[in-house]
């Protein structure tokens, strides 16, 4: 089930005010791919991202 997620950069501004351009950016809708969840290994570590009712992203490990 690998899938290619193409990033754009993000033209965001930071906690700071500053604009972000050289973090890449994904629409959740295009890494989720119509799904409510998504396993994310990192290491040694499994992490959960899910999207609740009311349409945000929770992260958990």
Do not use: C, F
Request: glycine fraction near 4%; aromatic fraction near 2%; proline fraction near 5%.
């Amino acid at each position: 089930m690998d899938q290619i997620v193409q990033l754009h950069p993000a033209a965001e501004t930071t906690a700071r005010g500053k604009p972000d351009r050289d973090v890449p950016s994904v629409e959740s809708s295009q890494l989720m791919s119509g799904r409510r969840e998504l396993l994310i290994r990192h290491g040694a570590s499994t992490y959960r991202l899910r999207v609740t009712a009311s349409e945000k992203l929770i992260l958990t490990k």
